[in-house]
DNA sequence: CGGCGGACTTGATGCCCGTCAAGGCGCCGG
DNA sequence: CCGGCGCCTTGACGGGCATCAAGTCCGCCG
């Protein structure tokens, strides 16, 4: 790997490298491998035997689940900058437990697991950090049960609109949906027709205002007592 | 405290603990505080900040949050040597996530955050335990959510059942249901009516047999395949 | 430009499931 | 023994949402 430099300045910010030594990084970039990946091409399967975690640097990965009758959950939607299936370092027999595929081509490296168990054993700060970022992954997880156990579909998308804009945010404000109208309904376990209709009545009623992938909430206080 | 004994053998079990040397579960315990609950009171709520984390000893504690309607979703039933709260440990403002509740009277203890933060720093094992046990308890929140985000009931119920039995069960076997059936029902997001049909219905089909909180499968693989 | 496909919208229809209500059953205290 | 109280079950009904099917809009490419 010659492109390290560019590589290593990406690490510097990221939770799981940053408290680490020069050295130590230099010892996971030894082993690290990057990869490729074309528009929908698959990264792994669930259940495939894992002995590696991946940084995305470009485009667009998603971790889903297929369900019984063929629809696909997905689970997150990874970013740039953002590791992805760091579960594979603390699981006794390391195996995915979901599926990976790019959604844009994408640009990504792929990470020893045992080299890095290794340094993390000489950094409590990385271990930290691990704890704290785990921590933050199982409550959102929570939102996201809390959101999908409301019982009818508006509540859910009023729900998952709410946890778009920042939590002391008032009055009116704008947020870009994170991903296509699809995605999200799959998200909220919701048909895109109903989502559709959902986002209507709310703009009819004069609650949000729609645009494209651009929605406003006019009012961030009455749309959260609005579920009440 | 003079019970000690007979905590600190509770604790040699436990996977927060058992790494740890004995001076260092002695300083654990010097600031452990004990504490009994009746049924139904509750021990903390849901934004309240947080300085400890807790081990329930006997009884039963449910985490929960309330929908806007008024309604609540059990997040996770605690049950005796279970450790919850966990998550103020690595919390950079530390609040509960979720309230907390005496479902039946409850005996337990609760541990100093930052006593415990010191010892962890000096435990590479525990950490990986907590890593590892923060990963499965991921793991079960995407098979939570897997549910959830079925279309229909019976889906869920099912899907909720083959969670309830081991890995590589097959043929006929019988598992207890680890709650009363309203809690199982919130857990799947169905009324306890729809519950109620449900395994009724698939009690006539002959897929299960019901019988008080004994459910028997009579062909985990049937049951499996019938979700497909 | 004009044809095509994919994403989103909108409409009509049917059914699942939540709601309300009435029973059956075990448990407890009188 | 009875009466009362939860929990679970069963029934009837209505509304919400999934489904199917058009229709619109937009980007893409020949």
Redesign the interface.
Known sequence: MQADSALARELRHHYLFSALTEAQQARLLATAVPRRLAAGEQLFSRGDSAGQFFLLRSGCVKLY?L???G?E?I?RLIRPAQTFAE?V????VPRF??SGEAVDAAELVAFDRETFLGVL?ES?AT??A???Q??R???S??D???T????NSR?RVVHYLLGLVPRNAQGRIAVTLPARKMVIA?HV?VTPETLSRTLRALSDEGLIEVAGDEVTVCDVEKLRCH??
Chains 1, 2 share one sequence.
């Not at 370092?89 to 006794?92: I, S």
């Not at 999908?148 to 019982?151: G, I, K, N, S």
């Open positions: 689940r369900s019984p009758d629809g959950k689970m579960s370092l603390f699981m006794d437990p979901v054993r409590f271990c930290r691990v704890m704290a785990m921590t992954r199982i409550q997880h929570w996201e049960i809390e999908l156990a409301l019982e509540y799959a376990a579920m009440h």
